[in-house]
């Protein structure tokens, strides 16, 4: 079952704090993406575009515009679970 985002916030230093359905609440650093991606670099090349994270209206993704999105079971799976 793919896991469903209840809430989410960005931080300045590129971290989404997310909170899944089931309780499950991670860190998830976009900064690794950034280097690694191409089309996530324009997240720090762009102004502002950070602070436009949305999520999908299923709840299992959240995304900046057509060309840089995190589904949910990534962040799920690679963030650092909050106690």
Do not use: H
Not at 37 to 60: M, V
Not at 65 to 72: E, M
Request: net charge negative; hydrophobic share 35%.
């Amino acid at each position: 079952m793919i896991p469903r985002i209840k809430s989410f916030e960005t931080n300045d230093d590129w971290k989404l704090l997310v909170t899944f359905d089931d309780g499950f609440r991670v860190c998830y650093d976009v900064k690794d993406d950034i280097e690694t991606l191409e089309d996530f670099k324009s997240l720090t090349t762009e102004i502002g575009l950070w602070s436009l994270a949305q999520l999908d209206t299923s709840r299992t993704c959240i995304y900046w515009n057509d060309r840089i999105d995190l589904p949910s079971d990534t962040i799920y799976e690679y963030g650092i679970p909050l106690n």
